[in-house]
């Protein structure tokens, strides 16, 4: 069987996706880890995007985390991470398109944003959106441990990463998991302890540090 070749970033939110589906799978992989400052020839071949995560598998060359986990998910088929009907696979796939558009962006926003009118407008859009996880989400979709049930799915993997990141929020922006949230609090505290999240896992340490110079950068430069 054709080797599957796997280029990401250890701080990359999106390579994280893919390498808990790979782990999950178990399908083995060859991780190449690349230098986002500086990319080699070989990864831009593959990721037209110059992006992680990226994968090679024989002929194939896929980049853009969610297509390649779909790929994942249709050419490696156990374990399921998506339902087998369609209405659960749509419901699925809106909740993904929402961490993707409405979670990341307002967490971006508060971590990022240019100014304290622009943080406070994603404090207020991140709040927002971990309320309607907590009420439309994890509270009307499943009564088991993950999103969609008793079983991991796409959709626990897809918002994993910015959890993992909430001690960056609470160091530089004063923001944790409101007291309203307890289901997602359960949900999270049920996720992490996973084995493929735990082995790709980067300590708050590393975050704390991390983004100590990527927003003291940002602030030089204002």
Do not use: C
């Not at 230098?35 to 060359?61: C, M, W």
Request: glycine share 6%; no cysteine; proline share 5%.
């Amino acid at each position: 069987m054709t080797t599957l070749q796997l280029y990401f970033a250890k701080g990359s939110t999106f390579s994280q996706r893919t390498r808990v589906v790979l782990l999950e799978k178990g399908i083995n992989f060859t991780g190449i880890e690349v230098d986002l400052q500086n990319k080699r020839e070989t990864f831009t071949q593959v990721s037209a995007y110059g992006k992680v995560p990226a994968i090679k598998h024989g002929d194939i060359e896929i980049y853009e985390s969610a297509i390649i986990n779909e790929y994942l998910e249709e050419v490696f088929p156990e374990p399921a991470l998506l339902p087998r009907d369609p209405d659960g696979k749509a419901i699925a796939r809106i909740w993904i398109d929402y961490a993707n558009t409405r979670l990341v962006p307002a967490f971006n926003k508060l971590l990022r944003g240019k100014d304290s009118q622009e943080q406070e407008q994603g404090r207020k859009e991140f709040l927002e959106s971990l309320l309607y996880i907590e009420q439309k989400g994890l509270g009307q979709s499943s009564n088991g441990a993950y999103w969609l049930g008793e079983n991991l799915s796409l959709v626990d993997i897809s918002f994993y990463p910015w959890f993992e990141r909430l001690p960056v929020l609470e160091k530089f922006r004063n923001f944790s998991l409101p007291e309203e949230t307890p289901r997602l609090q359960e949900w999270w505290e049920n996720l992490r302890r996973r084995e493929s999240i735990q082995q790709v896992a980067n300590s708050t340490e590393f975050y704390i540090d991390r983004f100590s110079q990527i927003l003291g950068l940002k602030t030089t430069l204002k």
